[in-house]
C-alpha cells in the first residue's frame, strides 16, 4: 500500500502527526509563513514544518501531539514549537481502524498510536477513534485505581493488573468480559 504525501498543501487536511519539540533559541530567525486564524503559526521546509502553537492535541479534523523531552507539562496555555518532517503525517478519520493502544507501565501513562508508525508491532488490535478513546479510559481506570479488582482472586496485583491491560490491547475483548473470565 502507497501512502499519501503531504505536504504545505495538504498537512493539515485529517491528518496524524507526532511533532518533536524544538528549543527556540535553535531557530529564534525562523520566517512564519502561515498564521492560522486560531493563531498558530507554520514554517515550510522542504523536509517539512515547524508549527508554533498555544493548542496541541486536536487541532481541527487533525490529531497532533507535541513530544517533549521537557520535563514542564504541555498545558496548553503557552506557546511551544514542534517539528515534524512531511512523512511523519499519517492519514486520519473517525471511521477507520487506524489507532491502536500502548502503556508505559513503569509510568503508569497510556496514548494510542497510528497504525502507519514505524513502531508498530502488529500486536494490538487496530480501532476506530471512539472505540480507541474507550479502551484508554479503561486502561486509565485500570492504572490509577484498584476497585475494579474488589471480586477478583488474585495472588500479585500488578501483574493481574499488567495482564488485562494486555488483554484489552491486544484483542477485542470487553472489561467486563475479562473481569468475568476471572472470577
Same mark, same amino acid.
Given at each position: 500500500?502507497?501512502?499519501?504525501?503531504?505536504? @504545505?498543501?495538504?498537512?493539515?487536511?485529517?491528518t496524524f502527526c507526532e511533532f518533536t519539540e524544538v528549543d527556540t533559541? /535553535?531557530?529564534?530567525?525562523? &520566517?512564519?509563513?502561515? !498564521?492560522?486564524?486560531?493563531?498558530?503559526?507554520?514554517?515550510?521546509? &522542504? =523536509?517539512?514544518?515547524?508549527?508554533?502553537? #498555544?493548542?496541541?492535541?486536536?487541532?481541527?479534523?487533525?490529531?497532533?501531539?507535541?513530544?517533549?523531552?521537557?520535563?514542564?507539562?504541555?498545558?496548553?496555555? +503557552? #506557546?511551544?514549537?514542534?517539528?515534524? @518532517?512531511?512523512?511523519?503525517?499519517?492519514? #486520519?478519520? =473517525?471511521?477507520?481502524?487506524?489507532?491502536y493502544v500502548e502503556v508505559n507501565f513503569e509510568a503508569k501513562e497510556?496514548?494510542?498510536?497510528?497504525?502507519?508508525?514505524?513502531?508498530?508491532?502488529?500486536? /494490538?488490535?487496530?480501532?476506530?477513534?471512539? =472505540? *480507541?478513546?474507550?479502551?484508554?479510559? +479503561?486502561?486509565? =481506570?485500570?492504572? &490509577?485505581?484498584?476497585?475494579?479488582? !474488589?471480586?477478583?482472586?488474585?495472588?500479585?496485583?500488578? +501483574?493481574?493488573? !499488567? &495482564?488485562?491491560?494486555?488483554?484489552?490491547? +491486544? *484483542?477485542?475483548?470487553?472489561?467486563?468480559?475479562? !473481569?468475568?473470565?476471572?472470577?
Amino acid at each position: 500500500m502507497t501512502l499519501k504525501k503531504y505536504n @504545505k498543501t495538504n498537512f493539515h487536511k485529517h491528518t496524524f502527526c507526532e511533532f518533536t519539540e524544538v528549543d527556540t533559541v /535553535a531557530i529564534h530567525n525562523i &520566517e512564519w509563513h502561515y !498564521k492560522s486564524k486560531s493563531g498558530s503559526g507554520y514554517c515550510f521546509t &522542504e =523536509e517539512g514544518v515547524y508549527r508554533i502553537s #498555544n493548542h496541541w492535541g486536536r487541532a481541527a479534523n487533525c490529531r497532533w501531539r507535541l513530544i517533549s523531552n521537557s520535563n514542564s507539562k504541555i498545558n496548553n496555555s +503557552q #506557546n511551544r514549537i514542534g517539528y515534524a @518532517k512531511w512523512t511523519d503525517f499519517y492519514p #486520519n478519520n =473517525e471511521i477507520d481502524n487506524f489507532f491502536y493502544v500502548e502503556v508505559n507501565f513503569e509510568a503508569k501513562e497510556v496514548m494510542f498510536q497510528h497504525k502507519y508508525n514505524p513502531n508498530y508491532d502488529g500486536k /494490538a488490535v487496530l480501532r476506530n477513534a471512539s =472505540e *480507541t478513546a474507550k479502551v484508554i479510559r +479503561q486502561i486509565k =481506570e485500570i492504572l &490509577e485505581s484498584d476497585t475494579w479488582a !474488589k471480586y477478583l482472586d488474585f495472588d500479585d496485583f500488578e +501483574q493481574l493488573r !499488567k &495482564e488485562i491491560i494486555l488483554k484489552l490491547i +491486544q *484483542t477485542s475483548i470487553s472489561f467486563a468480559e475479562i !473481569k468475568k473470565s476471572l472470577v
